[in-house]
């Protein structure tokens, strides 16, 4: 499955909100049918793309891939769009030689997206009824859960 995002660098568009930059300075890339992978947790992007974006290292961190653990770079802020619904995040450098980027499912759960494993395409979660909704734990749903004990 894949989508289209539009990715900007959060720090260049922060720039341009206070008039550092002008607004054809920001960086961004569009790109097309992007890999959907809810087996991923981040949004991954190739150093190419991080570079292309001029985003930062944030920390080097411990990553589970199909070769086994390696170290790999978390890169941002970056503001992705997916139709048209925007969220901002960071990036997890992707080191596959034939794969520029892919969605996770943290990005997914951002944007209210879900799977649709029988037309092969994201749709708006359906319980939401096409809006984006956000789903927030609140103290009072815990303390029905689990009550608090004070001593």
């Not at 260049?12 to 992978?37: F, G, M, N, P, T």
């Not at 974006?53 to 390696?70: D, R, W, Y």
């Not at 980027?101 to 209210?112: C, F, M, S």
Request: glycine share 6%; with cysteine; net charge negative.
């Amino acid at each position: 499955m894949a989508t289209d995002v539009i990715l900007t660098s959060y720090d260049s568009w922060l720039d341009y909100r206070k008039e550092r930059i002008e607004q054809s300075a920001i960086k961004q890339v569009k790109l097309k049918d992007i890999i959907v992978d809810s087996g991923a947790s981040m949004m991954c992007l190739s150093k190419k793309l991080i570079d292309q974006l001029g985003l930062e290292l944030l920390k080097i961190t411990k990553v589970n891939t199909a070769e086994g653990i390696t170290e790999r770079g978390i890169y941002g802020p970056v503001i992705y769009e997916i139709q048209g619904r925007i969220a901002r995040g960071d990036v997890l450098e992707l080191s596959h030689p034939k794969i520029e980027a892919l969605v996770g499912q943290i990005p997914l759960e951002q944007l209210d997206f879900l799977i649709n494993p029988a037309s092969n395409r994201l749709i708006p979660n359906p319980e939401h009824e096409g809006e984006l909704i956000l789903d927030q734990l609140i103290l009072s749903d815990m303390l029905r859960c689990q009550p608090l004990k004070v001593e």
